[in-house]
């Protein structure tokens, strides 16, 4: 069974400063991974995917992530944090089971930006 | 642009009054999921639809249903809802064979 898991359930930067949101995941074969985001009251927007092309991901607003299968881990960051990235950021492992996709979510972490 | 649409975004119903909520996509993807999603919490999978197959999850009250008339839309049916039922319901979809989910802007359900 595949598992992700979120390191930080709450991050906190200051405007300007750079993001690391922090990801491990566990699969018994090349998984797919992605980082979607969700402001308040709103859906899951996605950032960025893996699907075991280039191991360095650009996304959308800045982000990137790094597929690192050494260490199991799929970081998220940015170089320069701002106001509307506060949001709260699900790290997801996607498996295919039959005609659909099986999505297995972190527990999520909130990033809190300050001026 | 190709979206996934939820309507409405809030709904207020009463304890016990059947609700229904909508979704529709322009994506002419095959399968299509219905999430629960609690405060602070990962979202839940409920179903999913590939075509007209409904595929249910194990756990998932008998009180939740669905339909999907056509490949563009697809419904919620809470038949009785209970105060636990109060959460944001977030429909996605996906291509078949696809690893990749859309996800429509959700629908924020009160139950009072």
């Known amino acids: 069974a595949q598992s992700v898991t979120q390191l930080d359930s709450h991050v906190s930067v200051s405007e300007g400063t750079p993001v690391l949101l922090r990801c491990n995941y566990s699969?018994?074969?090349?998984?797919?991974l992605f980082w979607y985001v969700q402001h308040p009251n709103k859906g899951l927007q996605l950032l960025l995917k893996?699907?075991?092309?280039?191991?360095l991901v650009k996304g959308i607003n800045g982000f990137e992530a790094e597929f690192k299968k050494s260490e199991t881990s799929f970081h998220l960051t940015k170089p320069s944090a701002h106001m509307s990235d506060a949001a709260e950021y699900f790290c997801?492992?996607?498996?295919?089971?039959?005609?659909?996709?099986?999505?297995?979510f972190g527990t999520g972490t909130r990033l809190q930006v300050t001026l | 642009d190709a979206m996934v649409i939820q309507n409405p975004r809030y709904q207020v119903t009463q304890f016990g009054k059947p609700v229904t909520l909508s979704c529709s996509q322009t994506?002419?993807?095959?399968?299509m999921y219905w999430y629960q999603q609690k405060s602070s919490q990962a979202p839940k999978l409920l179903f999913h639809?590939?075509?007209?197959?409904?595929?249910n999850e194990a756990d998932t009250p008998d009180n939740f249903q669905s339909r999907r008339p056509n490949t563009s839309f697809c419904f919620l049916d809470i038949r009785s809802p209970g105060l636990g039922d109060a959460a944001m319901y977030l429909c996605?979809?996906?291509?078949?064979?696809?690893?990749?989910?859309?996800f429509g802007p959700g629908t924020r359900l009160t139950v009072t």
């Open positions: 996605a979809t996906s291509r078949l064979g696809g690893y990749e989910q859309y």
């Open positions: 699969s018994s074969y090349s998984p797919s």
């Open positions: 893996y699907t075991s092309a280039a191991t």
């Open positions: 997801v492992v996607s498996e295919r089971t039959g005609t659909a996709s099986k999505l297995t």
């Open positions: 994506l002419n993807h095959n399968v």
């Open positions: 639809y590939y075509d007209k197959d409904f595929n």
